[in-house]
């Protein structure tokens, strides 16, 4: 089946240091990919997605590209702030129509970010 | 709009207790999730409705688990008998067709069974 993997955590940065928590996924067929992000005591919100091969999603300073010669779509931001800390969700779905399109997702990766 | 809700936020029963949750989807979206997530693990797909159809339901969500949608507002999922393995955190989340069927998730209902 579907499956999403993704780096083991936590992970631990200093303020302004480069980010990448890797993923890759095994699918059948072309899924769309999401980041996801959960914030303390808050729910799982979109970070970012791409629908296809070469896309590259991107918000709030962070992108993520999907590679199909890879299978993977790796986090990234240049500059991680103390407010970046959270546990971040790589997932994936497949938007045929009739489907449920519901999300299959990885173990997450905790980010703490030191000032 | 203020979102995608859940009642209860936190859940304490007894092994054998019955329990039920509440998810109030954002209003206008026809499409509802219902997620569970164990410690250290992403949400897993439990079912799916569209409208008050239920639609989809995962291998998960064995006999003792029943979700419904009357009217196609809020949900309910309901847990018979419940069992230690039981606890974790139920997300729901709902999407509609213009926004791209994204998904908003709610804060979640975690259920401890002790």
């Given amino acids: 089946g579907d499956s999403v993997t993704q780096m083991e955590g936590p992970v631990t940065l200093s303020e302004e240091a480069f980010l990448t928590i890797n993923c890759t996924y095994t699918a059948t067929g072309y899924p769309s990919l999401f980041w996801y992000v959960q914030y303390p005591g808050e729910g799982l919100q979109l970070l970012l997605k791409a629908t296809k091969a070469d896309d590259k999603g991107s918000n709030k300073g ?40 519901q999300l299959t997702f990885g173990s997450g990766t905790q980010l703490t970010v030191l000032p | 709009d203020t979102g995608v809700s859940q009642d209860p936020r936190h859940k304490i029963t007894k092994r054998g207790q019955n329990v039920t949750f509440r998810c109030d989807p954002i209003s206008e979206h026809n499409r509802l999730y219902w997620y569970r997530q164990t410690l250290g693990q992403g949400p897993e797909f439990l079912t799916y409705f569209q409208n008050e159809a239920q639609l ?10 029943s979700a419904e949608r009357p009217k196609g507002s809020f949900s309910t999922l309901e847990i018979q008998r419940t069992e230690q393995g039981d606890s974790a955190m139920y997300l729901c989340a709902s999407s509609f067709k213009r926004e791209s069927y994204e998904q908003y998730f709610g804060p979640g209902t975690r259920l401890t069974v002790t």
Avoid: I, M, N
Wanted: with cysteine; net charge positive; proline share 2%.
């Fill in chain 1, 62 to 101: 962070f992108e993520a590209t999907y590679r199909k010669e890879t299978t993977s779509f790796h986090l990234e931001k240049g500059s991680v702030q103390v407010s970046d800390s959270a546990v971040y969700f790589c997932a994936l779905s497949f938007p045929f129509s009739g489907s449920a399109r």
């Fill in chain 2, 56 to 65: 989809e339901k995962s291998r998960l969500l064995s006999d003792r688990f």
